[in-house]
């Protein structure tokens, strides 16, 4: 149980263009979505945190409206890379938790996706 | 300072032998600790969870120090398919979420 699937696995466009990458919970009902941004040699940098049809957290340098994401639903979200430049080129793994028995968000568990791989020509 | 902390290495270390990383993590209302191990271009894995008393699963033993706000992680008998970049993982809160905050991660190559 637990898988998390991300699609597409990787991406090559042009300059300027719009990606969009899915990251859907298989088994379970994801209550909480991250996105995370990962550049070669370095670690995991969360962009955003999302709940279930509420609007993203975003971190601190992170442009809402460049990276855009909707958790229309407990099992999608989606990540939408608005005008995308080569600097934009980076590994976007999602990941989803759900809340164990109670409710409590204590200590919840991510469970990844494999990744996005997004190069921008 | 980064708020997690660990040395990039790469560690090259001969099979069979015994390898150990630390981390440091400089939020001390941490509440939960973690070692995943990510390969090249793949998604990171929960390797373990790193509990007050310390714990082992198989080769892999880790454990954690509150008062020096240190984890380790004790990899014995290493294998060939022990090589990974391993990453220190601290759990914190925010609002009513939990976020993970990584650590850059420790390169680990085995040589045969």
């Known amino acids: 149980g637990a898988v998390v699937s991300q699609h597409p696995s990787w991406v090559i466009c042009k300059s300027g263009t719009s990606v969009k990458i899915e990251c859907r919970s298989l088994?379970?009902?994801?209550?909480?979505m991250f996105w995370y941004r990962q550049f070669p040699k370095q670690s995991l940098m969360l962009m955003a945190t999302s709940n279930e049809g509420s609007k993203a957290t975003y971190e601190q340098g992170v442009e809402k409206d460049k990276f855009l994401i909707n958790h229309a639903s407990l099992t999608l979200s989606t990540l939408t890379v608005t005008s995308a430049h080569p600097e934009d080129s980076s590994f976007y793994i999602c990941?989803?938790?759900?809340?164990?028995?109670?409710?409590?968000?204590?200590?919840?568990?991510?469970?990844f996706g494999p990744g996005t791989r997004l190069t921008v020509l | 300072r980064k708020e997690v902390e660990q040395d990039p290495g790469p560690f090259n270390v001969p099979e069979g032998a015994t390898v150990a990383f630390n981390c440091t993590y400089s939020n001390s209302a941490s509440q939960s600790f973690f070692w995943y191990r990510q390969d090249c271009r793949k998604e990171p894995k929960l390797l373990m969870s790193?509990?007050?008393?310390?714990n082992e699963d198989g080769r892999f033993t880790a454990q954690l120090n509150r008062a020096s706000q240190y984890i380790s992680l004790l990899i014995r008998d290493s294998k060939l398919s022990d090589s990974a970049t391993y990453l220190c993982?601290?759990?914190?809160?925010?609002?009513?979420?939990?976020?993970?905050?990584w650590g850059a991660g420790t390169k680990l190559i085995i040589k045969p």
């Open positions: 990941s989803a938790s759900r809340r164990r028995t109670g409710g409590r968000a204590f200590g919840d568990t991510q469970y």
């Open positions: 790193v509990y007050s008393s310390g």
């Open positions: 993982v601290v759990n914190r809160q925010r609002d009513s979420n939990y976020q993970l905050i």
């Open positions: 088994d379970f009902q994801a209550t909480t």
